[in-house]
């Protein structure tokens, strides 16, 4: 049976931050993510995270400017003490709530400033630091690869890069957050290429496209991924990461079947 968390950083939305967590609960998850959850005290988030009965599946290190649509931090030659700052920060966050792992976003690197093999190896560099640090409070460190569709210049923007990133970094601890959305845009094969490489993956997130709504709302067949993960063996989260087509509550005709 599958296990459901909601990204109460996208949904939700209609309630204050901290209410989101009993609502996601009321409404049949039992896990939650967040993107970025530093503006907000750890103690703050523990007690909703502990009063709901909810788990954290994944947060985000924390990006620098790339929310701003900046290059981040995780790839540039020049940023590594920002990123290991950051991975500090995350650990801080990492010993109080407890998330199943810790998401890397690699972002857009300017390829007038840096080569691509460069700013790889920056990465691959900072995801060993990150893995290495984060693994001594239990905590598993992904990598994402986001659509370049959307993202023209996105530095990981597919499944096989991101397994190539993976293991130049080398270590155990290190793993791919599959997002269906992004890899619908860049592969399609989605049952495939998941199969092919299920051990690397770490978590997996999910919206329907076009559009990243709900699942029913696009193109992709939910209900035959969801079956078939369940029968690879796939026991990790599955994280709701969409936009709201309506209010939230109205969205969720997905998730009945597996209540």
Not at 70 to 87: L, N, S
Not at 209 to 225: C, K, L, S, V, Y
Request: proline share 5%; net charge negative; aromatic share 10%.
């Amino acid at each position: 049976m599958p296990k459901f968390s909601s990204n109460i950083s996208m949904m939700f939305r209609e309630y204050k931050f901290l209410d989101r967590f009993e609502k996601a609960k009321s409404y049949g998850f039992d896990g939650i993510e967040i993107q970025f959850p530093y503006k907000f005290s750890i103690n703050d988030l523990n007690t909703a995270k502990t009063n709901n009965g909810l788990e954290i599946s994944v947060l985000n290190i924390d990006a620098g400017d790339l929310v701003d649509g900046g290059p981040g931090i995780a790839a540039i030659p020049d940023r590594e003490d920002q990123f290991k700052r950051a991975v500090e920060q995350a650990v801080e966050y990492a010993v109080i709530l407890q998330p199943t792992s810790m998401n890397i976003l690699p972002g857009w690197p300017s390829m007038e400033l840096y080569n691509r093999q460069q700013c790889l190896n920056t990465l691959a560099n900072n995801l060993h630091y990150a893995g290495d640090a984060l693994a001594q409070v239990g905590v598993k460190v992904l990598v994402e690869a986001v659509n370049t569709l959307e993202r023209p210049g996105f530095l990981i923007s597919s499944s096989s890069e991101a397994i190539e990133v993976l293991n130049l970094a080398d270590h155990k601890n290190l793993f791919l957050q599959y997002d269906i959305y992004h890899m619908q845009i860049m592969e399609g094969n989605l049952v495939g290429r998941m199969e092919n490489i299920i051990d690397r993956i770490g978590h997996i997130q999910f919206a329907d496209n076009p559009g990243r709504n709900e699942p029913g709302t696009g193109e992709i067949n939910f209900d035959f991924i969801f079956k078939r993960l369940d029968e690879m063996g796939w026991n990790g989260w599955l994280g709701a990461e969409y936009i709201p087509s309506k209010q939230t509550e109205e969205t969720l005709q997905w998730l009945k079947p597996f209540l």
